[in-house]
């Protein structure tokens, strides 16, 4: 009987700490998942300029940078890359737009978080129009 009612008792509690962890992990889940987010502004304090018409905020280790700075020089795309790690005023730049994560893309007046490669190939085609 004690073993039954343990057995209970465990597959019970079991049963809502799961229901609980997945309840409260799903919007982590669901923004970690998410795909990179676009704001519009001015972001010509940061050094968008006719020049400089693309800045990415990157790490070294980040494979998402790797891969934009890749796609970037294969097409033959200029940037100023900015790496958050090696540079005091980069970070402080990376903070300044509230950056979570890497890389950080601000084309024109567009903000990319994340690397969306639809969206950035979309950017480049309306600043090169």
Request: proline share 4%.
């Amino acid at each position: 009987m004690k073993k039954g009612i343990s057995l209970f008792a465990t597959i019970f509690f079991c049963g809502i700490l799961g229901f609980a962890l997945t309840y409260t992990a799903t919007p982590v889940i669901k923004q970690f998942f998410a795909s990179p987010k676009t704001e519009q502004g001015d972001y010509s304090q940061y050094g968008v300029s006719e020049e400089n018409q693309l800045i990415i905020y990157t790490v070294k280790w980040c494979n998402y940078c790797k891969n934009l700075k890749s796609f970037l020089d294969n097409k033959n795309i200029p940037y100023l890359e900015k790496d958050i790690e090696t540079s005091p005023s980069a970070k402080h730049e990376f903070n300044q737009l509230n950056g979570q994560g890497t890389p950080l893309i601000l084309i024109g007046n567009t903000l990319i978080r994340g690397f969306n490669q639809e969206e950035l190939i979309k950017k480049i085609s309306q600043i090169n129009s």
